[in-house]
């Protein structure tokens, strides 16, 4: 019988890098014709100075045409006891870090909403199932 020892993925906090938001007119309750739209993409950064952490970089982009947009730029910030890159943490930074990250994200924009004034609904997402494999950010390098 094998034995192996479950990896450790530790959550080190949110940081919200930017947030935009612009109105174009104000939004009406009544009109229910309009939908809201949402998109969600997330990144992994794997820093070369510290092979045990890595960044989840999310976007998130809401709004309904014609009336609102709203984007947002989250950094997740982990911790792992093995290196972040090795196969056995793929599936976890692929899926796990992803959905730790997003009810923060979620909760953030939900405050920011209710805080906007008429113009722009209080907004709460639904819940989201992360699959698949995320992209790694590449920072774009200097030119100098």
Not at 64 to 79: E, K, M, Q, T, W
């Amino acid at each position: 019988m094998e034995t192996r020892t479950q990896p450790i993925l530790q959550f080190e906090g949110v940081d919200i890098a930017e947030v935009k938001a612009s109105q174009q007119q104000p939004y009406n309750a009544k009109d229910e014709s309009k939908n809201l739209n949402f998109h969600v993409s997330s990144k992994v950064f794997y820093p070369e100075s510290n092979p045990l952490h890595f960044t989840i970089i999310t976007e998130l982009k809401v709004g309904i045409a014609g009336f609102f947009d709203i984007s947002l730029l989250a950094f997740g910030r982990f911790s792992t006891n093995q290196t972040a890159k090795s196969s056995t943490m793929k599936p976890f930074i692929d899926v796990n870090a992803p959905a730790i990250l997003f009810p923060y994200v979620r909760a953030f924009l939900s405050t920011l909403t209710s805080n906007m004034g008429t113009g722009i609904p209080p907004i709460l997402l639904p819940p989201q199932i992360f699959a698949g494999e995320l992209a790694e950010f590449e920072p774009k390098k200097s030119t100098e």
